[in-house]
Each structure stands twice: as C-alpha cells, then as structure tokens.
C-alpha cells in the first residue's frame, strides 16, 4: 500500500507539476513560493513520502537551496506516541540514559513517573514498546525485557492495570513486517496504533468498552459476538414483516430453510414446501418443492437464528460501505480497530485463526494487514487527508477512550443484533463524532504536541509553521508590505468536496439533520459514471443490432474490439468503446459477483478483450457488460429512492425506458468537478482567535448548497426501468426458462390449434436447418420483449416482429395468424423441428444448456425403447421443450419422470399416459441421450 502510494504519487502530475515549478522557481527572489509548495505537497501526502523524496538528487538540492535544509534535518521521523502527554517525552529521556540493569537512579526515576496513575504508566509503557536500547553487554530486547518486568515488581496500581499492560505488551505478535527494522513504515505506525488501543482499552473506565475488551482478552468469544460494522442479514427483518402482516403467523412463525447453496429462505401458511417452479433469487437454484411435502434436492430445513449473524462475516479485502446508519468514516475507523484487536491475538487463539478461515498465524497477519491498510486507506480518502494526520487522529482517539468514563447505555452491547446497533452508535457519538467534525483543530494540536517534543526537527517546523506561532510578525501599515513576508505565505486549509464530505461525515448524525441529502449525494460511490450511460447503451445496441440472430457466443468470444473496429472505424463507436473499457476498468471491483464466468472481473479490459464483454446477455461473458449497465444505472436508482424519502415534500421521480434516455434524464454530475463551483459560492473563509493563534475556519452555507445541488442535479430526473436495458439473444442460448416464466406473468399462453400445428410441422419439416435456426432465434427475441413488457394476448404476433424489426426471412416459417398467446406453444413446435435436424446431422442442439460433466448415457434403454415407439413424437417434443426451457440449473440427479410430470403440470398437460413408461431410475442426466434415441427411431 505505501509503495504503491509513494510510486503514483512521484510519478503522477502532481509529482511532475512540483518538479516542473520548483525548477523554475529556484531562483533567489522566488524561494518562498518553492518553499510553500514543498508546504503543500508535504502536508497533504506525508512525512513517510518526504523522506522518499529527500533521497532523489533533484528533491534533496531543492530543500537545502530554496529551504536552506540539509537531508540529515529533514529524516527525522519520530513516532505519533510523542502525542500521548508529557510523562511519554519524560519517559524517553529517561530511557536514554539506560543501558544496562545497573543504572538504578534512571531505573527509580521511570518508576516514579509510571506510579502516578493508571494514565502515567500507559505513557511509561509506551516509551518502553519504542524504546531501542543503547547497550553493548546485553541484548537489547534482553535488556528491554528486565525494563519491563522491573516496571512491573516494583509499580503496583490499585486496579491491577499495570500488571495487565505489561502482559499485553509481552503477549503482542512478534511480525516482522510489522514492527522490524526493514518494516514498511506505514505498516510500523498501524503498529503503533495497535499497542495504543490495547494499553487504552485496559485503561479505560467506560463500561461501553466492556465487550471491545473481552474480545481482546478472550478471543474465542468471537464467534459469539455480534461485531462492529459485520454485515446483517435481511432475514430476520423480513419474518418479523411476516409477523406482522400476517395475523395467522402469531401462533406459527414461517418456518425457514436453506437452498443448495446455503442461501435462507422461509415458507408461511401450513411451512411446507406445496410451491413449485421456484428459484433462490440469489442464485437461482430451484427451492421449494418438487411436489407436495417434497424438497428440492439440496434443500433442507434449517433453523436460522439470530446467533447465526455472530462473529466475522467479511469476506476478503474489500471497499469499506457504510452499514446501518452509520457514516461511512464510522465504519472505516471501528473496523479499524477491529482488525487490530484481531491482529493482537492471532498467535495466542485458534478461534481467529478459525473465524478468518485461515490455518496459519502467518496467512491470519497478511490477511489483516491488507486489511489494516484498505481500511486506513479508506479512511485517508473519505477523510482527504495524509496517513500522517489520520495516525494523529486516531492517537487522539485513544486518549478520548482511555479518559473516559461513560457509563454504558441500556441495551447497548455486543452480545445482541439489536443491541449491536445501539453500541455503534454510541461508540461514535462518544469517541468518533468530535473527531470527525472537528479534526483540522484536533490534528494542529496533536501536531504541536509532535514536534515540539523534538526541537530539532527544523524542517517539519517549517512546513507546519511552528515558526509562525513562535515569532509573531507585526505589519506596520504605513509601510508596504514585502512580498516575501512569512506571515503571507501561511497554508490555509482549502475549501474542496472532500472537506464539505469531512464536514458533513461529522456533523450529520440524523435523517432530519441539516445537509442530510447533501451527505447522501456525496457518498454515492461512482456517481460520475451515471452520465456515461448513453455512450454505453449506444454501444451495446449498436452491436446487438449488428450481429442479432447471425451469431453464437463462440463467435463473440473469438472476435475481440480490435477486430471490430478494422471492419466498423466510426469514431462514434470507437469513442463508445474507450468510454465502455474506462468505466468499466474503474468499477469491475465493485461489481457483484453473481452467476458470473469465475475470475471474469479480475483483470482489466482493452482491445484485445473478445467482444462478448461489451454485449449484454444472461449467460456467458455478457453477464459482465449487463453487470455494468445494471451497476450505473443502481446508482441513479439508488440515489433518487433514497431522496425520495429524505426530502419533504415528497418528490415525484418519473420512470423512464432506458431507450428514451436523454441526458436531461440523468444525473449528470462528478461530485469532484461539477461541485466545487457551487460549494465556493456556497462557503467563507471566518477569521477566529484560539490559544492566542489566529486560525481560520471554513463555514459551509449547507441549505442554500443542498437547495442548489437538488435543484440542478437530482430533481426532475428520471428512475430508469432495469427490465429495459438491451440483451443480446443467442440461438445457441436457448435455456429460456426465467423468459418463459416472466412472458407467461405478462401474457397468457395457449397452445397452437391443430390445423396451425399441422401446418407448422408441415411447412418446418420441409425446410432446412438454417432456415428453422432463424425462425427460432426470431421466437426467443419476441420471447424475451416479453418477459420485460405486457403485451396484449391477441395481438397478431408479425406486429411484434415490425417493433423488433424483425426481417422476412427471420419470421418466414411463422403462420400469419399467429398470436401472441400462441408464442410459447410456436417456440416448443419450431425448436423440435430445429433439434431433430441437428440430431440428424449428428449435432448437438442442447451445447449450451447442459454441460457435458452432467450428461449419462442410460445403460439399460433396450429394455424399454420399444414401448416408446407409438409416443415417440409426443416425448420428443415435450423433452426437447423441458430441456430447453426448464432443465437448465436443476440438479441433473432429480428423477427425470417427476421432472418431467411437474413441467407439464405447469402446462395443463399432465395427463400424458406415457410418462408411466419411463422408469424411476432415470436423472436428468439421461435426458439427452433418451431425446438421441428418439429422434433416431423416428421415421421421418
């Protein structure tokens, strides 16, 4: 994490702008200017990333000719303890003069500044943890050691606290990426703060952080424990809706279970599994029953209960969300200090070990590090800040939380979902909140308190203005003032949408608070992408209007965007296609990942990425381009809801078809770039006088800003319909079970008369495969148009093909007469036709539906093949139907009778006497091969 911040930082345009001016400007009369921006670039990145700095040529001649320091002033990197009170700097000048256990005055002199209290000794004790010996008999973690256990015999505390630190002190991870020599700095600071919140925790006195020290000291409470910012799951709120609702239920709960994949689900009325033809929305396996009293296999009844949300529910590193109604800040910081109290007690208990699903101490260090460093991260960006003024920050924390003495608040623990809720918000209105609103003043404090303990840290007093403070400058008004004055060139905090989001992260705790919708717009993540949205679409439909119905998905894997665009350069699309990679590139981590190809969104896309990425579908690789398209258009979605509820009055957010889109639609706004000018004209710098300093502080005008944003950017916008957004129909992607069920939601089916039926038979039967390939392709796409829209049953079915613009050819085998209630019935006749001639052929028309792995050839099928022969065509067709529409996602071991009656249940077509000639022992598995042997004993 450092590298890689340090790396972008020096060699990025920033980087580039500073070396670029400081050359111009390292000329005598020009130094101060140099000089304010070494100022700028220090504060806002770091003292870790000035050290870097100082070791380049270039940097090292500019701070000793424009600041007049050398390399030896500036590397002074002392640690963030020196925040903690004035008995730490004691401390450690004490520790100076020790170097060896016969140096008893200086001994006695330590043990006098830790008996004073609980407080003197956890300073004591920090100087100790950083303390380097200087000793040439003893080892020095030897000599450290016997510091330590003196300490402990000779200052004994009331309450037994002492005793406690040196323990934790003793019992802390020896990680060398951690805390060695060659460590990496930001990793040794986290350190730090590690060693601050256990001493803090042990000190404290508030019952709030009863349950934060159990988890330190007893580990295995973990799994017990509902933990700060975990995730909870919607189940319980959903039954207890249930509850509510339903008189019924107060005497029986809905009873819960679980589908093959572990996801919960719960059946109310008598609890027992009566529905069929239903799927787990998480993953769309088959729930429910396969007949009355009978799960589908793979699921179970499963008792789920609130315990079962303890313990650590995240998965691997990830971006920090927010979580109930904590900001965004709250849960960096809590899970946070979280992980550190993890981390302290990875090599003493298997329990988090367990928990984290790791086997090793050393996969456990390396899985909280990186998670450490994306919550710091997180934090440093929410905040704006460096990692050197969040490191103050959270060292001011810890002696908010050591000084503290709040009782707890009834209810609020960790020891119950509900009581979970209420502890987090207490925490942060206790320790966090005064932190967050106010953190500029908190930070100059601590920073005066930093170097101050070193003197000779001429430079950083430099760049934080210690000087000024000390050598006030008077200004004689009737002489003009020079432009070099120190006083002019002071750094100023300035007024960006990262401090308006600082500032509002701390002040705005309530939904009815002041700047509530403001917070809510700013922390949409990815808003900027939302106006990218109709480049998208351009492109999606553009290809799909190319290559629908005249290509599989083996084709749009082997074309890749290089390709397309030597055969289709229209700036136009090419335009589309850099805007497609770049929003893509910048989301893809974020993305969900839900039924999509298995590490499909670990890499970047560019043009050599098959053109299957940029065409929206439901199986293969378009997943991932209608992935993008449903993210951005959540965020808009997401955004306009959540005002909806937040603004009185009400507003009223029209929706809109993704084809009527138009950019008055959309929230065109980059909360970075468009807001700033609205946020100055909204915001005023205030002079004020604090501990005999002047100080400016930065006042936000929030109702005329809110009032402003909402009126340009969120009001009058439109809700975008999801079903709308463009897919791309296969004619190999024919496993359109969910389209058929959603078409029969919208329009209501009826199968074909027997003249029609006849004559499609007739007509298909004469006809060649390409020919029949096009009229099914031509079926899916209406098929799937009505899925998404309601469409009157009596409608004559070529209109719906003119909306589609659908060809001649494409539509030549469908009957005129053909409506749309018959659409269903039509697609079972024509794609028989089209299985039976790739059968014929020795093809195989279900490739795409069920994989090779579930297919079995059915051993004993000469017993029973010829009682088959006088319904061979009725079976064909309704196999080759229930293979294409239902069979796709269902366990190929459920019995291929029963799965075959239900479908046809589903069909008011149940009553079909040849069923009974299908043995039991059949799985869905056979199915392929038992349609291969029927269409082969046809006479056709």
Known sequence: MYKEITEETLTGNEATLLEDACGFLNQPLLKVTAGYLVKIFCRRFGEDLFEELS????????????????????????????????????????????????????????????????????????????????????????????????????????????????????????????????????????????????????????????????????????????????????????????????????????????????????????????????????????????????????????????????????????????????????????????????????????????????????????????????????????????????????????????????????????????????????????????????????????????????????????????????????????????????????????????????????????????????????????????????????????????????????????????????????????????????VWNMLRESFPRNNAPDGIFESDIDETSPLSMFIPSSAGRGICALTLTLYVVEQQNTLLHKCRELIKPQPVFDVIESANLTPNSLINLDCDKDLLPVVLANSQYQATTRDGGSKQIICYRIPALEKQILEKYILHKNIINEQSLPTMVYYQDMGIGRECEAMMEHVQQQPLPNKMSQKVNAVAGNKGLPDVCDAVRAITLAITYLAKFPGNPDQPLLGLFETLQVNLEERALVPKETKLQQLLSLYEHLSWHRSMKFVKVDGDPFENVLEEENREEIKDIETFKDSLVPHLEQIGMELNSFIFIKARGLDHNMSLRDSLQEYMNGKDNGKAAWLKLLPQTLKLKHSIHLFQVVVKSMKI
């Open 55 to 582: 070791k380049l040529p270039f940097y090292s001649r500019l701070f000793e000719s424009v600041i007049g320091m050398s390399e030896e002033n500036i590397k002074k990197n002392l640690s963030f303890f020196t925040t903690a009170g004035e008995t730490y700097g004691a401390a450690v000048q004490t520790l100076i003069h020790i170097n060896s256990m016969d140096n008893e005055d200086d001994l006695t002199q330590l043990c006098n500044l830790a008996e004073e209290s609980t407080e003197e000794f956890l300073q004591v004790s920090l100087a100790l943890v950083k303390w380097v010996p200087d000793c040439e008999e003893t080892e020095p973690e030897v000599l450290k050691t016997s510091v330590f256990e003196y300490l402990q015999e000779n200052v004994k505390l009331d309450d037994d606290k002492g005793d406690l630190m040196i323990k934790f002190v003793q019992d802390l991870p020896k990680d060398p990426a951690m805390n060695g020599e060659d460590s990496n700095p930001v990793l040794k600071k986290i350190h730090d703060v590690m060693v601050d919140l256990g001493l803090s925790l042990i000190a404290s006195k508030s019952s709030l952080l009863n349950d934060l020290k159990t988890l330190m000291t007893n580990p295995g409470s973990i799994e017990t424990m509902f933990l700060p910012t975990m995730p909870q799951s919607s189940y319980f709120d959903v039954m207890n809706i249930i509850k509510l609702q339903m008189p019924g239920y107060q005497q029986r709960a809905p009873k819960s279970y679980v589908c093959p994949n572990g996801h919960p689900y719960f059946i109310g009325d008598c609890t027992n599994p009566v529905a069929t033809n239903i799927r787990c929305p998480d993953c769309r396996q088959p729930i429910g029953g396969v007949k009355e009293g009978t799960l589908q296999p793979g699921n179970r009844a499963e008792e789920i209960t609130e315990s079962s949300q303890a313990g650590y529910k995240l998965g691997l590193p990830g971006p920090s969300v927010p979580e109930r109604e904590l900001s965004r800040l709250s849960v960096c910081v809590q899970r946070f200090f979280l992980h550190l109290i993890f981390y302290m007690r990875v090599n003493n208990c298997g329990d988090v070990a367990r928990c984290l699903k790791k086997t090793t101490a050393e996969e456990c260090h390396q899985h909280l590090q990186n998670h450490l460093l994306r919550d710091l991260k997180n934090f440093s960006d929410l905040f704006g800040k460096s990692f050197d003024n969040v490191f103050l920050l959270l060292h001011q924390i810890m002696k908010k939380i050591r000084t503290d003495q709040t009782n707890q608040v009834g209810g609020a623990t960790l020891s119950t979902l509900n009581g979970r809720k209420l502890w987090e918000s207490e925490f942060h209105r206790l320790y966090l909140a005064e932190y967050f609103t106010n953190a500029d003043q908190h930070i100059d404090d601590a920073r005066k308190m930093y170097l101050e303990f070193e003197q000779q840290n001429e430079f950083m007093r430099l760049v934080y203005e210690m000087q000024e403070d000390e050598e006030e400058t008077e200004v004689n008004e009737e002489e003009i003032t020079s432009w070099d004055e120190r006083f002019l060139w002071r750094y100023r905090i300035h007024i960006t949408t990262d401090h308006l989001k600082q500032h509002l992260e701390g002040s705005v705790s309530t939904e009815n608070a002041e700047g509530v919708v403001l917070k809510t717009i700013l922390n949409v993540p990815h808003l900027q992408t939302v106006k990218k949205l109709p480049e998208i679409l351009f492109l999606q439909n553009t290809l799909i209007q190319k290559y629908r119905q005249k290509v599989d998905i083996k084709d749009m894997d082997e074309i890749n965007m290089a390709d397309y665009l030597r055969e289709n350069d229209i700036p136009s699309v090419r335009n589309a296609f850099q805007t497609y990679i770049s």
